[in-house]
Structures are given as C-alpha cells and as structure tokens.
C-alpha cells in the first residue's frame, strides 16, 4: 500500500523560506510521477511542481517558478520542496502526490493516483 506523508509546513514572513518533505512508502514502480499541490481556501488544488522519478524531468507551475524546488532523494524516497522568496499568496495546504508518469497536463489532479494528508504553509505580510 502506497503511503505519502508530509511534513515541514509552518508559518513564515513575507520573503521567508520553507522546507517541505514527503515520505513516500510502498510505491514499487521504478519510474513514476511525484508532484507538490496546493489548495487555498476557496480555490481549487493546483499543481505547483513535478518531478519524473526515472529521468529527473521537473516541471514547475509558473507563478513559483525561480523560487520553489522540487527534488527527489531516492536513497530515502524522500520528496522535497524548497520554498525560497515567500509570498502571502503562497498562503495554502500543500500536498504530496504520487501517479504512474508525468503527462503533459501534469498540474491536473486526476492524473495522480495516491495523496498525502496535505501540512499547512502560512506567509504573512
């Protein structure tokens, strides 16, 4: 059984960092997807990030491009999402997702097949 769980959320100032991770279990496929999603109150989920576990491809949604990271550490099946340059709109529930490929509409959440229990990221002004 696949298992996603993340940590890492808190609250942070305007122009402040944050570390995301994602510990991923009983996933046995050797190339698959992973993705970073986020959903803020009132709005729908939306992709921030994806990265294809066999070739590295990242993917990035282009309002927190140059200032998120994705990576993967594979030793420790371990997701990571480095937040640099918060912003008050950052403000949101973030999500760890996990599918079979990285298709073209990779920001959509249909295409993921297993989720995690989402932590909170709050920036204020």
């Known amino acids: 059984q696949v298992q996603l769980v993340e940590s890492g959320g808190g609250s942070v100032q305007a122009g402040g960092s944050l570390r995301l991770s994602c510990a991923a279990s009983g996933y046995t496929a050797s190339n698959y997807c992973m993705a970073w999603f986020r959903q803020a109150p009132g709005k729908e989920r939306e992709g921030v990030a994806a990265i294809s576990t066999g070739g590295g491809s990242t993917y990035y949604a282009g309002s927190v491009k140059g200032r998120l990271t994705i990576s993967l550490d594979k030793a420790k099946n371990t997701l990571h999402l480095q937040m640099n340059s918060l912003k008050p709109e950052d403000t949101a529930i973030y999500y760890c997702?996990?599918?079979?490929?990285?298709?073209?509409?990779?920001?959509?959440?249909?295409?993921?097949?297993?989720w995690g229990q989402g932590t909170q990221v709050t920036v204020s002004s």
């Open positions: 997702a996990a599918g079979p490929f990285c298709p073209v509409g990779w920001w959509l959440s249909r295409f993921y097949n297993y």
